[in-house]
């Protein structure tokens, strides 16, 4: 967790590239882990479980999220229960519908019931939140992800979204809230402030993190410097009369 400037919010790192995983997994900032079939691809994964225990064997007893990738509701099960296997530390991302959007809530309610930890993913409705809210055992941990960053991009103010989000689980009091694809780093205090527990960070968004609190008249400065020294860098000149 950030406790600078008040931030409780849970930090997971997103990404499946095992150097990486390393790096963050030094990171006293980060409490978690999340993965998911594109990021594994864009890294070259092949072997799926072998990908799965070697990042195991780096993130400790920390919390590391896995996804199903059938898109068959009883040969998605099989994979969730094979993943929840992996370890107490391993949610199983089930994706909120399958390709042809039919809702995974009955599939949520079966794992949900028998004890394994869910991270339902690809949220961008609050119509979707309260779908997943019924379906979740009060008694069993889970994540809910929201793609708050997806709703941005579709212009809409996802703040509202995340706020209604917290509200429909409130009866779910050991589901945690999830901000998801955050594209920049005033995201990270967004969703502290709607009350989320959890939100996933890239490198990009992670290198940001020492900005936090910076004297803005000082950023003002090093910011003048680094055009000034470009352009001198650069061998810029405009002929002067």
Same mark, same amino acid.
């Given at each position: 967790?950030?406790?600078?400037?008040?931030?409780?919010?849970?930090?997971?790192?997103?990404?499946?590239?095992?150097?990486?995983?390393?790096?963050?997994?030094?990171?006293?900032?980060?409490?978690?882990?999340?993965?998911?079939?594109?990021?594994?691809?864009?890294?070259?994964?092949?072997?799926?479980?072998?990908? !799965?225990?070697?990042?195991?064997?780096?993130?400790?007893?920390?919390?590391?999220?896995?996804?199903?990738?059938?898109?068959?509701?009883?040969?998605?099960?099989?994979?969730?229960?094979?993943? !929840?296997?992996?370890?107490?530390?391993?949610?199983?991302?089930?994706?909120?519908?399958?390709?042809?959007?039919?809702? !995974?809530?009955?599939?949520?309610?079966?794992?949900?019931?028998?004890?394994?930890?869910?991270?339902?993913?690809?949220?961008?409705?609050?119509?979707?939140?309260?779908?997943?809210?019924?379906?979740?055992?009060?008694?069993?941990?889970?994540?809910?992800?929201?793609?708050?960053?997806?709703?941005?991009?579709?212009?809409?103010?996802?703040?509202?979204?995340?706020?209604?989000?917290?509200?429909?689980?409130?009866?779910?009091?050991?589901?945690?809230?999830?901000?998801?694809?955050?594209?920049?780093?005033?995201?990270?205090?967004? !969703?502290?402030?709607?009350?989320?527990?959890?939100?996933?960070?890239?490198?990009?968004?992670?290198?940001?993190?020492?900005?936090?609190?910076?004297?803005?008249?000082?950023?003002?400065?090093?910011?003048?410097?680094?055009?000034?020294?470009?352009?001198?860098?650069?061998?810029?000149?405009?002929?002067?009369?």
């Amino acid at each position: 967790m950030i406790s600078k400037n008040g931030l409780n919010i849970a930090i997971y790192a997103d990404g499946a590239d095992l150097d990486t995983i390393a790096a963050r997994a030094a990171d006293p900032r980060i409490s978690g882990f999340t993965t998911n079939p594109t990021l594994m691809r864009k890294s070259g994964i092949e072997d799926y479980e072998r990908f !799965a225990e070697d990042a195991l064997a780096i993130v400790g007893n920390r919390p590391i999220s896995f996804e199903v990738f059938a898109d068959d509701f009883p040969t998605m099960e099989k994979q969730a229960r094979k993943i !929840a296997s992996w370890g107490t530390n391993v949610a199983v991302k089930i994706p909120v519908t399958n390709t042809r959007g039919e809702s !995974a809530a009955p599939l949520i309610r079966a794992l949900s019931a028998d004890g394994i930890t869910v991270n339902v993913t690809a949220i961008l409705t609050t119509e979707q939140v309260a779908k997943v809210a019924e379906a979740l055992s009060a008694d069993t941990p889970a994540i809910v992800s929201v793609f708050a960053g997806r709703i941005a991009d579709t212009g809409r103010d996802p703040v509202p979204y995340m706020v209604e989000s917290k509200r429909l689980l409130a009866g779910k009091p050991k589901a945690k809230l999830l901000w998801a694809s955050p594209r920049e780093l005033l995201n990270i205090f967004q !969703a502290d402030e709607c009350g989320c527990d959890i939100i996933t960070v890239t490198d990009d968004l992670l290198k940001k993190l020492q900005w936090i609190g910076r004297d803005l008249d000082t950023l003002s400065l090093e910011t003048v410097k680094m055009f000034h020294d470009d352009a001198v860098s650069a061998g810029f000149s405009i002929e002067i009369n």
